[in-house]
């Protein structure tokens, strides 16, 4: 782990002399989690004897979740690697699977670039405060837009990323792990992490969470404290969540933002239980208004911590100055309350729906139509604009 710290230049170890040359670590922050992976269980005694070398570099070196995951357990891997010779396709799986595919390049070749594009001009909190700091209703609104969508972006390039390497890793015989499940559905921000990244939360939940809480809970643990433990382990493992994704000061930041969101979830979860009672706190969440004011509240969390991957250690002054903290809560506010609306207006139009669809075959039928005509027209732009250009995968870099 030292030596993972140091080649991606965490800032803990600044101190150390950088190597002599310019290097990429590309996916070195996978590779490290499947060896950890591979050391823990067979820790547990899942796995009962060492690997041949031959194994073990096939997994750590997957090449097709090399660079951004999923992060799939060596198990599942090896299931499926060992039966390779009898692997074969029918025909529904095999265009299923060149669907996804065609998606997912179209999502990271033609609609998130458009997104990139409309907000890269305002993906520098520098010239950003320089040139609309003096206006602070017109600021939050850039910067509140700016962050929804960079979010969006992300969203599409790294999902479209999922669907490129999980057809083309099933085309070879390899059943990848999902990494998202419509996570913009969710509503709250423990329920998110489990939608997305899906591999990344779960990894974290078996080898830092569970183990983290069984031993503050077998330590200082009593029926007073649990809750308290629960949220403490919550906190640690989402802060190491944070380191995860980058090496600047930037991102302890970014961990602390995010221990501290899911903490309040936590806490909000255990009180409302423990004050409404489990039937009351139920039917509180079958009311479409309180569902849509959680959905937004999750929503406003998790883009304000992608403001975190692209904002410059340099801006730290600006981040903690008086002006752009309030501009951050006023953002938050901004996007809660315009994605509960959004949400709540989903949740109606699903409503109607529902009840005019008499032929919800035909229906389907209309809709599937349409939706291949706009993927068609995304892809189409996609060959003329970006046939020449290498695409960016964001999470390339962690």
């Known amino acids: 782990m030292t030596f993972f710290c140091y080649v991606k230049k965490y800032v803990f170890v600044s101190f150390i002399p950088a190597l002599p040359f310019v290097y990429a670590a590309v996916g070195l922050s996978y590779v490290v989690l499947r060896i950890l992976h591979l050391c823990m269980e067979r820790y547990y005694g899942t796995i009962e004897r060492p690997l041949p070398l031959s194994s073990y570099f096939n997994y750590t070196t997957n090449f097709t979740a090399l660079v ?30 060149f669907n996804r595919l065609f998606v997912g390049f179209i999502k990271v070749y033609g609609i998130a670039p458009i997104l990139y594009d ?33 979010i969006v972006y992300l969203y599409l390039n790294f999902s479209g990323y999922m669907d490129i390497v999980c ?17 913009f559905k969710a509503t709250n921000f423990i329920d998110f992490w489990t939608r997305w990244h ?11 969470f569970n183990p983290l809480l069984h031993f503050l809970i077998s330590r200082y643990g009593s029926p007073s404290t649990t809750i308290l433990m629960g949220i403490l382990a919550y906190f640690i493992t989402f802060v190491v969540l944070g380191l995860w994704h980058g090496s600047t000061i930037i991102f302890v930041y970014c961990g602390l933002y995010l221990g501290l969101g899911v903490s309040i979830n936590k806490l909000y979860q255990d009180l409302s239980r423990k004050k409404l009672g489990k039937k009351r706190v139920k039917k509180l969440k079958a009311n479409q208004f ?32 008086k002006f752009f903290m309030l501009a951050f809560a006023a953002s938050f506010v901004l996007i809660a309350v315009g ?22 075959r035909c229906s389907m039928s209309v809709l599937k139509h349409l939706g291949s005509g706009v993927l068609f027209f995304f892809f189409v732009y996609s060959v003329i604009s970006q046939c020449n250009n290498a695409p960016t995968f964001v999470y390339e870099a962690f």
């Not at 937004?296 to 730290?316: D, E, K, Q, R």
């Open 339 to 360: 994605f509960s609306f959004y949400a709540l207006a989903e949740d109606i139009c699903m409503r109607v729906a529902g009840k005019l669809m008499l032929n919800e």
């Open 167 to 183: 057809a083309f890793a099933r085309l070879c015989g390899i059943r990848m792990p999902e990494n998202f499940n419509k996570p």
């Open 290 to 321: 309180y569902v849509a004011l959680c959905r937004g509240l999750t929503i406003a969390s998790f883009t304000l911590t992608g403001f975190f991957l692209w904002v410059p250690s340099s801006a730290t002054p600006l981040i903690f100055g």
């Open 118 to 150: 409309s907000v890269s001009r305002y993906l520098n909190l520098n010239s950003l405060m320089g040139v609309h700091g003096y206006n602070f209703i017109v600021f939050v609104a850039i910067f509140s837009v700016t962050s929804f969508v960079y």
């Open 198 to 208: 899906i591999t990344l939360g779960l990894w974290l939940k078996r080898y830092i």
């Open 68 to 97: 951004s995951g999923p992060i799939q357990y060596y198990s599942d891997f090896e299931r499926d690697f060992s039966d390779l010779g009898n692997y074969r396709l029918d025909d529904e799986e095999l265009r299923d699977t």
